[in-house]
């Protein structure tokens, strides 16, 4: 698939961009914005539906390359760089959105395999895949990164504490890269959604909580808004409705333990023998 790439005239060359965790959710309508807007694309999940989803990329006009892979694993990021290359194309554009979610009890009674699963996807690969694609962008001389953070990530979160811990991690991560490499032609973008509808919830064991069972953003418009963030360069992008935008804007000037408390409201379940 490089060559066709390699015996294109350079003016006619789409941009091209990777989006990892494509195959549902906010990742699947990251790679709907980049496909509509002339971007070819490479797009990753776990599971078998990510052949599905590149279907409905392909309806825009754009090439499409898919790989299923679980990106937990050192070998599936080392294993999708090799991919990265063989299409012989830089990469204008990396939407590092692949993640999970683990909550709806207190630390001592979630699954402690499921969280360093949790770690290895949302930290360890997020780490690993850009320290690959970083370098190519800065010997390029230019590149765009967008990490998925949340608004989790602004402070600690009771009943889910290590998923709120990786959003931190992320936020503080995309935040320092984008500090490093402002005159390298680099620009680093977090972007941080609110409660979207999406699987997040039912997968991370939320559903019997104030969280999952509230009203929840238009996971299209969390992307569009990630997207646009991205092309103007900005270093982060609260998305979602403007509730977002207020609590976490609030949640920065209160003293971390008033923050804390009203984060554990939202995501402490129900069920008394989950607290």
Partial sequence: MGELYKNQDAKFQKKFAVITGASSGIGYELAMQFAQNGYDILVTGEAARIHEAAVAFREHGCLVHVMQADLKDFDGVENLYARIKSINCPVDAIAINAGVGVGGASFDKTDLQAEI???????????????????????????????????????????????????????????????????????????????????????????????????????????????????????????????????????????????????????????????
């Fill in 117 to 275: 699963d949790m770690i290895q996807l949302n930290v360890v690969s997020t780490v690993h895949l850009a320290k690959l694609v970083l370098k190519d962008m800065i010997a390029r001389g230019e590149g765009k990164i967008l990490f998925t953070s949340s608004v989790a990530a602004i402070m600690p979160g009771p009943y889910e504490a290590v998923y709120a811990g990786t959003k931190a991690f992320i936020q503080h991560f995309s935040e320092a890269l984008r500090a490093e490499n402002a005159d390298k032609g680099i620009t680093v973008t977090a972007l941080l959604p609110g409660p979207t509808e999406t699987e997040f919830f039912e997968r991370a064991g939320m559903q019997d909580t104030k969280v999952g069972g509230s009203k929840k953003d238009d996971p299209a418009e969390v992307a569009k808004q990630g997207y646009e963030a991205l092309m103007r360069g900005d270093d982060m992008v609260v998305a979602g409705s403007m509730m977002n935008k207020i609590q976490t804007a609030a949640a920065k000037m209160m003293p971390q333990s008033v923050a804390t408390k009203m984060h554990g409201q939202m995501s402490k379940p129900n069920s008394p023998e989950k607290r």
